[in-house]
């Protein structure tokens, strides 16, 4: 096996769960006595199926992972997190609108991890683009994370 990421981060909206946490279902959020979690007029919102699977595949190899959203509900966001269990994952965040330039620069002058040694899921091009130039091994995702997709991305990043 080569070399692995010092840090994965993923985008949310898309990447996570499939809507757009701005726009497309209404904060705040809770959990309901099903264990399901429901928007304010009672719709169910859910993850891509496999993604706490990801998540926790990363976890267990002791792989530090973070959130970059350029969304600018940024509490439903981080109630969202919360309320589907995996706010314990993710070591850093960096939510809120902007360039996602940004958000790496932030998450590497926290971390102290340089851009070259981290890993990105994202669904829109326009954010592959940009950090691709920042030196990240960026993983365009078309239908939500999943752990085929996490596969692909290490084998991407220990070629790079
Ligand atoms: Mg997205």
Sequence with gaps: MGERPSLVVFDLDYTLWPFWVDTHVDPPFQKSSDGSVRDRNGQSVKLYPEVPAVLERLHQEGI??????????????????????????????E??????VTHFQRLSQQSRIPLSQMLFFDDEARNIHDVSKLGVTCILVPNGTNLALLNHGLEAFARS
């Excluded at 939510?95 to 996602?100: A, E, H, W």
């Design 64 to 93: 530090p992972i973070a959130a970059a959203s350029r969304t600018s509900e940024v509490r439903g966001a981080t109630q969202l997190l919360d309320l589907f269990g995996l706010t314990h994952f993710f070591r850093y965040t």
């Design 95 to 100: 939510i809120y609108p902007g360039s996602k």
